[in-house]
């Protein structure tokens, strides 16, 4: 959420912050909070190859991610992600909330605003991918083409770093 100066509700002046954050009306009286807007976002891994995602839109347009993206007011974040895969790549994947390695807060764009990125290990289970929304590409890497991709977020990359790695663990048997 943009930093805001008058009340969303009654849209008299707020008073400066409330000391925990907050900003108070004038008016009404209600605190106004600058909250990290959810993301959900994934990992998903096959045949020791990661799918990352290169961004079509702004911010970072041109820069890879992990497919995914806001929640909706009230959205769980398993239902978002689900929701965010079909609409950009057109498949679907299976997460549960043990799947869940990451929350990450951090800048979003020029105008200062806060996301809080949660990231899950997902599995494909139906379709291929094809970009779409704001998805412009796509590609598979494996744990070699990771340094090399310019990300959006580091704390992409590491979610994919921590993907293969972890089915490469699993490929051989757990050790």
């Known amino acids: 959420m943009k930093p805001f100066d008058f009340c969303p509700a009654c849209a008299a002046a707020l008073d400066p912050s409330s000391g925990d954050g907050g900003r108070i009306c004038s008016s009404c009286r209600r605190t106004w909070y600058r909250n990290s807007a959810p993301t959900a976002g994934c990992a998903i891994v096959r045949d020791g190859k990661a799918l990352v995602t290169q961004r079509g839109v702004e911010p ?37 909330v043990e799947d869940c390695v990451s929350m990450v807060p951090h800048p979003y764009g020029p105008e200062g605003d806060y996301v809080l990125a949660i990231g899950f290990l997902a599995r494909l289970v139906a379709g291929e991918p094809e970009a779409a929304d704001d998805v412009a590409a796509y590609r598979w890497v494996d744990l070699d083409d990771l340094a090399d991709l310019d990300f959006a977020w580091p704390h992409d990359r590491e979610l994919v770093r921590k993907a293969l790695l972890r089915a490469k663990e699993e490929a051989d048997g757990g050790t």
Do not use: C, Q
């Open 60 to 96: 970072e347009k041109g820069r890879y991610d992990i497919p995914g993206g806001f929640l909706g007011a009230g959205e769980e974040p398993i239902a978002g992600l689900k929701r965010e895969l079909r609409e950009e790549l057109g498949i679907e994947v299976e997460a549960t």
